[in-house]
């Protein structure tokens, strides 16, 4: 059985209406590398590497079905379909149901009663350990816009056993959710003049956000929010790439853990 924490972010899958046009995009801007692996399926497996490290994989997603180009987090869980079990009594859907991923784990993927949606993952092996800050070109962060803060941090910390700290006021209410003693992710109070439904929001780290941000626009990525500054953390910026599927950038300040 894994000993992965419950409720550690441990995988990232871009789910994409124009896989081939979105892998080209995150290719110039990231330096990712875009290949195919042998997961032990009928097909090959689609995944992104920065070097040698693995930073997530690409799903093809049938436009006709409506479901909008978006990044999805694979979150640990001791059992899958205790989990969707759960989450069904919580309100929640299960859109796919749990499926065997061969030599690596078990899977769904569902949707909360909030709107945002998710993967519960249990592994079948252990990933090799993971020290310090997160590099440039890797996923370091996950951040839920809430619509209803108190009602999304009541299904989450329920499903996950997540425990909440508030954090320190200055802006909307944001919360951070901790895994035992690890901060894992935050969850913020969406401000009431954004459309957008409750969302996870995946962050990047990069080392120069401007540069970054910069090339991002030339590459005809979609600018939700500018280079902006959180004082005594880092700078963050909101964009979408070819595909729609929205991502943030992040680049710490050298006082920061990223």
Known sequence: MSTIPTGTFVWYELMSTAPERAGAFYTELFGWTIESADMGGDAPYTAIKLGDKWVG???????????PS??????????????????????????VPAFDIPT????AFVQAPD????????????PPPSEGPPPAGTFCWQQLQAKDLDATVAFYTTVFGW???????????????????????????M?????APTHWQSY????????????????????????TEIPGMGTFAVLA?????????????????G
Request: negative net charge; proline residues 7%.
């Open 241 to 257: 790439g070819p595909d729609g599927a929205v991502f943030c950038l992040w680049q710490a300040n050298d006082a920061s853990n």
């Open 191 to 195: 401000p009431t003049e954004v459309p």
């Open 70 to 95: 978006h990044w999805m987090n694979y979150i640990s869980v001791p059992d899958v379909d205790a989990a969707c079990a759960q989450i069904v009594a919580l309100g929640g859907k299960v859109n």
């Open 104 to 107: 690596i784990g078990r899977t």
């Open 115 to 126: 709107g945002s949606v998710f993967a519960p993952f249990s592994s079948s092996s252990e």
């Open 163 to 189: 425990t909440v700290e508030e954090m320190p006021a200055g802006g909307p209410r944001t919360v951070g959710f901790k895994a035992g003693d690890k901060m894992v992710a935050t969850a913020m109070a």
């Open 57 to 67: 994989g690409v799903m093809p997603l049938d436009a006709a079905h409506g479901t």
């Open 204 to 227: 990047v780290a990069v080392e120069d956000i401007n540069a970054v941000y910069a090339r991002a626009q030339g590459l005809d990525a979609r600018s939700y929010h500018h280079p």
